[in-house]
């Protein structure tokens, strides 16, 4: 629709039309979590240009109806995140499903842990329990298409960054849950590839960034990477130092931090 086409411009370059093509063959029936705004919305609109069967969710109901109006001719739902276990049974999903995009995530707090554990356990329940119970759902139809699960998490999820301790204890999780189950899959050759996104700072208000960022996630799940890093030089590189000077990356970081408006606890 011309509504779709103005939503989400052209695959650019070499890399768009390779993945188009590659696209033809795989990977046509897939789920977008988190998908009423920003990279989730992107993604979205990239995999409808693919021609791609796809049901998307999301926790707010209004944003995702204004993006199924661009998306017409796809399935569109939206179910409370701690309720998307409940997503996959078909029919929603015909006839299987090739790729699962893990992409939500539960508003927190931007200062100092203030010790409370209930935000804790609710974060926890959106950001990571939440992903476990879709994967479970999902496994016997990603196990019959020899699919992909695709965990978009963040460098706070590798890196211990101050301010936001109940994020990153929920991004931490996803990293050892999924890469504990890519062993275990690769141990009872089982033939679903598990790729975790690890994303660093990006302004979901602009479109270049976001638009450019989705299309390396897909492109990353379809090739079956095991990481994808966004940008790579910004997320690559710190983790490369904490490799090797842990308490050095943990001095640049403090210092890009100014603290003097934030009450201490």
């Known amino acids: 629709s011309s509504s779709l086409e103005v939503a989400a411009p052209s695959l650019a370059g070499f890399t768009g039309v390779a993945l188009l093509l590659f696209w033809e063959q795989l990977w046509k029936r897939v789920i977008v979590t988190g998908a009423s705004t920003g990279i989730g919305e992107q993604m979205a609109y990239h995999l409808a240009r693919m021609g791609s069967h796809i049901l998307v969710t999301a926790r707010t109901e209004a944003k995702l109806q204004k993006v199924n109006g661009k998306l017409s001719t796809h399935t569109c739902t939206c179910i409370p995140a701690i309720s998307y276990s409940t997503l996959m049974p078909a029919p929603l999903i015909s006839g299987g499903l090739d790729m699962l995009i893990l992409n939500h995530i539960g508003k927190s707090y931007f200062s100092y842990f203030d010790g409370d554990v209930g935000h804790v356990q609710k974060l926890l329940q959106i950001n990571f329990l939440s992903y476990v119970a879709m994967t479970v759902s999902a496994l016997p139809m990603l196990k019959e298409s020899e699919g992909s699960i695709v965990v978009v998490s963040s460098m ?87 490799d090797w000077a842990a308490d050095f990356l943990d001095y640049l970081i403090r210092k890009c931090y100014n603290t003097e408006n934030l009450k201490k606890n």
């Open 156 to 242: 706070a999820g590798k890196v211990g960054f101050p301010l936001t301790v109940p994020y990153s204890a929920t991004k931490f999780a996803l990293d050892g849950f999924f890469s504990s189950l890519r062993q275990e899959f690769s141990m009872q050759s089982v033939n679903v590839s598990i790729t975790l996104c690890v994303l660093g700072f990006i302004n979901t208000g602009k479109i270049s960034p976001k638009e450019e960022c989705a299309l390396e996630i897909i492109k990353g799940g379809a090739l079956r990477q095991r990481e994808v890093y966004y940008r790579y030089a910004s997320t690559k590189i710190p983790l490369l130092i904490r």
